[in-house]
């Protein structure tokens, strides 16, 4: 089972790192990715990082803020997430593939077969 944990309240400009462990099973097997659901809106894919740690990210939403990294001995994979917006107030979550690659259609998580609660990130003033 996934975890997630680090998500706050911060103000625009700020930064946070995410984590999500594995209460059992080797995240270091699959890939792992993150999504995130605002209010109202669908769910949408930000990071992704392979089991040879190849990493993959929705431009669109991260403008190059994010990075996603694993420590494979502390059986975690982390989400660096810089200068936060307004915009990515959302539940965090994150989840393993069926897969060892991202592959070209990460976004759309229909190989993600694995999923945490989720935790909130709020960036506000």
């Known amino acids: 089972d996934l975890v997630e944990s680090g998500g706050n309240l911060v103000q625009p400009g700020g930064s946070l790192r995410l984590s999500c462990s594995a209460s059992r099973g080797t995240l270091a097997w699959f890939a792992i990715g993150w999504f995130r659901q605002a209010p109202g809106k669908e769910r949408e894919g930000v990071a992704c990082?392979?089991?040879?740690?190849?990493?993959?990210y929705n431009e669109e939403s991260v403008k190059g803020r994010f990075t996603v990294s694993r420590d494979s001995a502390r059986n975690t994979v982390y989400l660096h997430m810089y200068n936060l917006e307004p915009e990515d107030t959302a539940v965090y979550s994150c989840?393993?593939?069926?897969?060892?690659?991202?592959?070209?259609?990460?976004?759309?998580?229909?190989?993600?077969?694995?999923w945490g609660p989720g935790t909130q990130v709020t960036v506000s003033l």
């Open positions: 990082i392979s089991t040879s740690a190849d990493t993959s």
């Open positions: 989840s393993a593939s069926s897969h060892p690659a991202c592959g070209m259609s990460w976004t759309a998580a229909k190989d993600f077969i694995n």
